[in-house]
């Protein structure tokens, strides 16, 4: 299958990098200067644990293509679109009328309503994944990183169709094990509160970086999230319908912040996800925490421990 990536972030490269060596055909689109800037190949150090438990360690210097065009009659079979949040609607838009043939992957975070957030690329193109991978680039340009054994899928209100069903093949091939999810839609939310509470005392600190070990910060961003389910019944989420997916933010925090602590600096592969992310003046941790809180304050709901951390986060 002939695969564009669409920009090269870390997990478009680490995804890429493992469809490749499955034997498939992958680009990255970048923006125009890029490409020279980026050089011809990507200097990784992954933990892939596709097939062993603690991970393998991969250190090589990856050879990768990149185009800084996209013309309607490309002839790619799938593009993965894997774009901070707040991104996703510009990229949507910029794909919408340069999609050809393609299924389009739509493979991170999500905040707004699914459907509203992809704007004009048309939902019967569309298939919806989220990856369990982390890491980041460091100052020497390493990306050090963790590719983890599944990959989640889901669906909005109806049955994978055969795009989809042929984009769940390319990573079930390429050695993933597959995650179904019903209501994608409120997984996806969920998954956001929790990366709020989690960059909300991340960015107090520092970074993500600086919280494995500390288990009074992971107490105090696993009460933030809990904090924030009632924005989601304000979006008309019952949660009561999902009791097995919320048990992570209702459990008590004096049994799950030492265990979650315990875990950020025992398992190498849960550590390097948070060591990745390092840098001081990333965007993306300081929008989960600003979008979220927006929402709550627009819908009447206190949040009083993502608003004692807004300092960290309302500037830049």
Request: hydrophobic share 45%; aromatic share 8%; charged share 25%.
């Amino acid at each position: 299958m002939k695969i564009l990536m669409f920009g090269r972030g870390v997990i478009a490269t680490v995804h890429g990098w493992a469809l490749e060596k499955a034997g498939h055909d992958v680009e990255f689109y970048v923006r125009p200067g890029r490409a020279a800037a980026y050089g011809e190949a990507v200097e990784l150090d992954l933990l892939d644990a596709r097939r062993r438990v603690w991970g393998q360690r991969v250190v090589e210097a990856w050879p990768v293509r990149y185009r800084e065009q996209l013309t309607p009659d490309h002839d790619f079979d799938l593009i993965v679109l894997s774009v901070p949040h707040h991104r996703l609607a510009e990229a949507a838009a910029f794909l919408a009328p340069r999609i050809g043939n393609a299924t389009v992957l739509v493979f991170g975070n999500i905040w707004a309503e699914p459907l509203a957030a992809i704007g004009a690329l048309p939902v019967d193109r569309v298939a919806w994944g989220f990856p369990l991978a982390g890491g980041g680039f460091g100052e020497d340009g390493v990306l050090r990183g963790t590719l983890l054994p599944a990959v989640v899928f889901g669906t909005l209100d109806r049955p994978p169709n055969e795009r989809e069903r042929a984009t769940r093949r390319v990573f079930r091939e390429a050695g993933f094990r597959l995650r179904e999810k019903r209501d994608f839609r409120v997984w996806l939310w969920l998954h956001f509160l929790m990366n709020a509470g989690l960059h909300s005392q991340g960015l107090r600190l520092g970074t993500l970086a600086d919280l494995p070990g500390a288990t009074g910060d992971l107490r105090e961003a696993l009460l933030a999230a809990r904090e924030l389910l009632p924005v989601l019944e304000a979006r008309g989420v019952d949660l009561r319908r999902h009791r097995r997916a919320t048990l992570g933010y209702r459990a008590p925090t004096w049994l799950t912040a030492p265990a979650f602590a315990w875990l950020t600096v025992h398992i190498p592969l849960v550590r390097r996800s948070f060591e990745g992310h390092a840098d001081p003046g990333a965007e993306e941790p300081r929008e989960v925490c600003r979008d979220a809180l927006a929402e709550a304050r627009r819908l009447g709901i206190a949040v009083p421990r993502l608003e004692a951390a807004e300092k960290s986060f309302a500037g830049q």
